[in-house]
């Protein structure tokens, strides 16, 4: 059945490239993360279900500036269990955040008024190494820490002492992947790897080679594949099988690196964002291309898609670029 995309809202205010997406406290909000440090809460309210764009807000409602680490905020995860927000950089490992009252500031998150004092818990992880992704494992307690260092590191959350520390590449570790009501986590590698681990005893099972450069994102369509890959040679790969995965197909996708991509929380669409600026919507069922996003169409961005999620079960899809903007879209089958 065709989609039909209509472009919400466009979120301003940030003053660098937008590197991060997360869940945030309240369920009509988002966190993002910024190349200046910056840690923002957005409001989504009111476009959490299917309505007509005529009916939307004139104007978004403003962010609200939670808190600034040292370095490029390239990674989020709100732990809601603990009521606490783990930020990952560029050169300070990752800071873990005491939730507290933001600070709103008129026209976006720089309002000039000193952010939340005190909220910074503790630091985690080598203060040398980037942390370029984060996945919280709530049923076991744990965060898993996608490394600069090429290490995957995982922390027990009760009290963050470090579980495990495994070295699988040379190269950095860019994105980690769970397999939907499976025991994998897909770790994608700045050395062409995407490596499948055992989330029980931190093993690594397989190890996927075939894209010719890094690897920066993944995502599991079902239990047990298939996995589809992405990469800085602009390329999906499509992995096959139960127990082993083998290569199935190969989509020349994007025109440049694909930075991200976000299964729908219904299974039924795959969208992906590259540094050509475009973000494109694909069946999870066989891949087939079902829109591509871009300006001046579908007011898309102007510079590197960066960051994508799925927000709430309504087809809502968020988009962070370096054109320092946030773009809200809403994903629905057309009726025609």
């Known amino acids: 059945m065709p989609l039909e995309i209509n472009h919400l809202q466009t979120l301003t205010g940030h003053r660098a490239a937008i590197f991060a997406l997360s869940a945030a406290p309240h369920a009509d909000a988002i966190l993002s993360g910024c190349g200046d440090g910056l840690v923002a809460n957005w409001t989504l309210a009111g476009l959490d279900s299917p309505r007509s764009v005529q009916d939307l807000p004139h104007e978004p409602a403003p962010a609200m500036a939670l808190a600034r680490i040292p370095a490029n905020v390239f990674s989020l995860c709100w732990l809601p269990d603990l009521q606490q927000l783990l930020v990952g950089g560029m050169h300070g490992g990752a800071f873990l955040l005491g939730w507290e009252s933001p600070i709103s500031g008129e026209g976006g998150p720089y309002s000039g008024q000193p952010l939340p004092s005190g909220n910074v818990l503790a630091t985690l992880s080598n203060p040398h190494a980037p942390v370029f992704d984060l996945l919280h494992r709530p049923q076991v307690q744990q965060v898993w820490m996608a490394c600069g260092d090429g290490i995957l590191r995982v922390y027990d959350t009760r009290d963050w002492t470090l579980l495990r520390e495994t070295l699988l590449s040379r190269e950095r570790l860019r994105n ?61 790969r499509i992995w096959q099988g139960q127990d082993e995965l083998s290569l199935d197909e190969v989509i020349p996708a994007h025109l440049f690196t694909i930075n991200a991509m976000a299964l729908d929380p219904s299974g039924r669409w795959l969208a992906t964002g590259s540094r050509d600026k475009t973000i494109k919507v694909w069946s999870a069922k066989d891949f087939r291309l079902l829109k591509v996003l871009e300006r001046p169409r579908y007011e898309g961005h102007a510079r590197s898609v960066n960051a994508l999620m799925w927000h709430g079960q309504n087809g809502l899809l968020v988009s962070a670029s370096d054109d320092r903007t946030i773009k809200v879209w809403q994903v629905q089958e057309s009726a025609a």
């Open 176 to 236: 980690l992947s769970p397999e939907p009501n499976g025991n994998r986590i897909a770790v994608c590698a700045s050395d062409g790897c995407a490596y499948l681990v055992n989330s029980q005893n931190g093993l690594v099972t397989q190890v996927l080679e075939g894209h010719e450069q890094s690897v920066f994102c993944a995502a599991w369509t079902a239990q047990g594949g298939p996995l589809v890959t992405g990469s800085r040679d602009a390329r999906l």
